[in-house]
């Protein structure tokens, strides 16, 4: 497995933008599909964006598609969550996870993914 640590969260208003990243340790970073996914108080868990590990193939959900991108750089071991023009509904706690590669599909439940991170909080205020 891998180790993930997410940083970048905090606290910003309605159209702004964060960056969020993720540091992996262990020598099969790169092997690994990476996504994001978040959770909002008292809501399920959900699929934001995930990577090839390659970074050849990103896919989004509609929720955040043409807002927030997804890249990774596999020479530091980190994967990284752009988030622009931001909603005060993007407010969730942002969790990267990691997934040994298995098939062309890039899965978005988040059983699909075996390493999770702790998380970090995003607040979006209006």
């Known amino acids: 497995q891998v180790q993930l640590v997410e940083s970048g969260g905090g606290f910003v208003q309605a159209g702004g933008s964060l960056r969020l990243s993720c540091a992996g340790s262990?020598?099969?970073?790169?092997?690994?599909?990476m996504g994001w996914f978040r959770q909002a108080p008292g809501k399920e868990r959900e699929f934001v964006a995930a990577?090839?590990?390659?970074?050849?193939?990103?896919i989004y959900a509609d929720t955040v598609k043409g807002r927030f991108t997804i890249s990774r750089d596999n020479a530091k071991n980190m994967v990284y969550l752009q988030m622009n023009s931001l909603k005060p509904e993007d407010t969730a706690v942002y969790s990267c996870?990691?997934?040994?590669?298995?098939?062309?599909?890039?899965?978005?439940?988040?059983?699909?993914?075996?390493?999770w991170g702790q998380g970090t909080q995003v607040t979006v205020s209006s």
């Open positions: 996870a990691a997934r040994a590669p298995r098939g062309i599909v890039i899965p978005t439940t988040a059983a699909s993914y075996e390493s």
């Open positions: 262990g020598r099969t970073f790169s092997d690994n599909t």
């Open positions: 990577i090839t590990r390659t970074g050849g193939t990103r």
